[in-house]
């Protein structure tokens, strides 16, 4: 249904310390208790999920490997009889069409935004992160892309693969070229 940028960070980072630097970028997190992802972490980690209310369709983060058309190809004919399968009311599902057309608007803009090489969402990542490895008692701090076709807390998912990446090396192209379900665990050492 969308695509949604989560991550990890040191349980001994209060979430809402983190949510005082996020707040300086726009940014905001909750904790995810996903049973199924928080298997596959240490356990003194935290699985958190941005918490903006919307969803991170048209993200730079992981653009060069996005199906750049995504929303457009999926078939909406077959998400809605999914969902008239599942009871949904026909008012949730012009809700879902309206997010899914925003959902369009902002991978096109994400697009025109890309062939500029502009990115400067992923500029506002690599600040946040450099201040939370910095000023923070974080080892770590962890993004992941995933495109959830259920919800956040129950979605069953394997992380592909966890690459670990010297904040010092961080760069926009890392993370335009992020895999989804690969966890980048970028720390300060």
Not at 43 to 68: M, P, R
Not at 80 to 91: A, D, N, P, Q, V
Not at 97 to 104: G, P
Request: glycine share 4%; charged share 35%; aromatic share 8%.
């Amino acid at each position: 249904m969308c695509h949604f940028i989560s991550g990890i960070i040191d349980k001994k980072v209060p979430i809402k310390e983190l949510n005082s630097v996020a707040k300086q970028f726009g940014l905001a997190f909750n904790i995810c208790n996903n049973k199924h992802i928080t298997d596959q972490i240490d356990k003194n980690l935290n699985y958190i999920i941005k918490s903006s209310g919307n969803c991170d369709c048209g993200t730079d983060f992981g653009s060069a490997n996005i199906e750049k058309d995504i929303e457009i190809k999926r078939s909406k004919k077959k998400d809605l009889e999914k969902f008239r399968k599942k009871g949904w009311s026909e008012t949730k599902i012009k809700r879902w069409l309206a997010e899914k057309d925003k959902s369009i608007k902002k991978v096109e803009r994400t697009n025109d935004l890309y062939k500029k090489d502009e990115h400067a969402e992923l500029d506002t990542w690599i600040s946040f992160i450099k201040i939370v490895l910095e000023k923070l008692d974080s080892d770590y701090f962890g993004m992941m892309l995933h495109w959830y076709t259920g919800g956040i807390d129950t979605e069953k998912f394997k992380i592909k693969q966890k690459s670990r990446i010297r904040l010092t090396n961080l760069d926009k192209e890392i993370l335009l070229e992020a895999n989804e379900d690969t966890l980048y665990l970028i720390d300060n050492k």
